[in-house]
């Protein structure tokens, strides 16, 4: 893995010398698989792609048992008699996802002696304490692309709907109303709006590419300027200063992954200097922004519409303010769980473990920790 | 107007022979002008740009009345009593609209001697009996182009809405749960779907422009093919037979206006030839699809998603089986009346008004009925 070494930092300073790395890629012999998905229940015979359910396991039990490995499936993963714990103590390789995360604390990484790989079955690998795991010398990876486009797809469709007003008049719908007007008076075309990607990388970048036809201003902000060829084509204009981006915007996307660093950037403060009645869409981390802060700010009415499916924690509770507040549109962690987008990750996750067991290298843009050492974009 | 007097239909033979053409430009005096809008109420003070409404009365009372002109605005159109019916035996001008429509029948148009020129405030006149505004030698007019845009953003949002199962993930938000099963096994991505429009005219040619960054396979169906460049710019392949186009998609847009030929168009025979589980996008006018149709094959599944702003009549009653259907994303008719639309088609409105003092012509591509002619694709 091309490993730019830029900057210094307590993490990385601690994680680029790792007291002990683990055996990374596999000794011989048959290997104890755990992988914590979302339960299918009555849906899972409804569709036979339905592969990244607690039922379905991905689609690789038959594979990996007749090589001689154990696998084992389960969605219960939270607290200390949970179906996970039993199997800390001796499993060499857990799987989890970001829309069932399993929390794999510091805590959970020290009981799990045996433990070598961490996969994510999606992209989005925060549930994991990245740090503690570097720390042990261990491998996270995840399936790099497998689902940039799903997600996408449907930040677009939030966009759409946040701008569109579409909600209140669904809502009219089901109650038996007709109001044109109710819907219309905050109703408005995309085209000519402007709006700003906090982050372009493989999920911003397309975005930006669907968004072209649409006719917007668009900009983006990121570390390091995209593609000049993709800048021509969507015609996106860089934005080196995030603070100077956020208050032009009409509609704000955010793109970027949860660290240390971007974790709460959405803050009050932040948000009190966005244009009255910015739209939101939030398909990256719920705790990218602050959760009470975008809520006082939708009662308020100086966010005009929010939109996401992430949340801190998942599942989201009962009572998390986002499903009370108003011009939500909110979902559970959806968008990136498609069928197609299953299937993907599912043969990407498989297509990891086969290099594993043959003690191969994975596609260097899987790697989020590599025997110890956190990709540099985590640091 | 450039006419193209194709075919012979009993409809064409009736309105090319006006029995007697009414002063169709304006002769000099006070005009009695009527406009029929949908009712802001309590939104009316919540957006200066609301002009499409009874409130606002698209903006142009005082340019009217300075000019000498009487102006009368209501969204009272139903019955013998209505306000409507009120001025229908001196208008000289009626103004309506889609989104709120003033039928205006035979019968009114026999009512209404004075009666010059019917202005659609948007886009789509089937509301008015174009067969009879044509033997009494009116001229019916709309904006042509006003909200074009906004319709093709809407129904990229519908797609999406549809393919991304969007809504039942929203319920779960609001319900205080968390299923991701439930949505999933039926979400997907529009990428590599085959989506087809019936009508290539402005709206649907806008919305393949939208749809191209989405690798999608692009169909479409019209009675002339499109521009070559576009169809290249797009990869949108021209279907000559509807019948043998709608079996191949995944999602099918409906974007061609109604006439007689195209009411009904998507009955239970055509339905039952579609793909189990197409997604149908319907935001041209309800009557093109037979209502229980729909709602019948929603709920077997046949259809697996249904979403639109179109209904008959309109407003929709409480009891329309559209409201309850399964897998249906409906709104009131709102995509064409953005605050974005109304101030295009209210400008629009006033520049015909003001053409229609003078003396002038319209924009030719306005016209649907021009001194009793119909326009070739309404014959």
Known sequence: MAMRRAGVSAIRALCSSPNSTRH??????????????????????????FVGTVERGLGIRDWLESQGHQYVVTD?????DCELEKHLSDLHVLITTPFHPAYVTAERIKKAKNLQLLLTAGIGSDHIDLKAAAEAGLTVAEVTGSNVVS????????????????LPGYHQVING????????????????KTVGTVGAGRIGRLLLQRLKPFNCHLLYHDRIKIDPQLENETGAKFEEDLDA?????????????????????????????LKKGVLIVNNARGALVDTQAVADACASG???????DVWFPQPAPKDHPWRYMPNQAMTPHISGTTIDAQLRYAAGTKDMLDRYFKGEEFPLQNYIVKEGVLAPQYR
Chains 1, 2 share one sequence.
């Open 151 to 166: 997600v996408a797809e449907d930040e677009l469709m939030r966009i759409l709907i946040l701008v569109r007003n579409f």
């Open 302 to 308: 100086h966010i005009g519409g929010y939109s996401g």
């Open 245 to 273: 981006m956020l208050p032009k915007c009409d509609i704000i996307v955010l793109n970027m992954p949860l660290t240390e660093k971007t974790r709460g950037m959405l803050d009050k403060e932040r948000i009190s200097k």
């Open 76 to 80: 219960d993963k939270e607290g200390p």
């Open 24 to 49: 990374v890629h596999s000794t011989a012999g048959s290997k104890k698989i755990v992988g914590v998905f979302y339960k299918a229940n009555e849906y899972a015979e409804l569709n036979p792609n």
């Open 177 to 192: 109303e007709w109001n044109v007007a109710g819907i219309a008076h905050r109703a408005y075309d995309l085209e000519g």
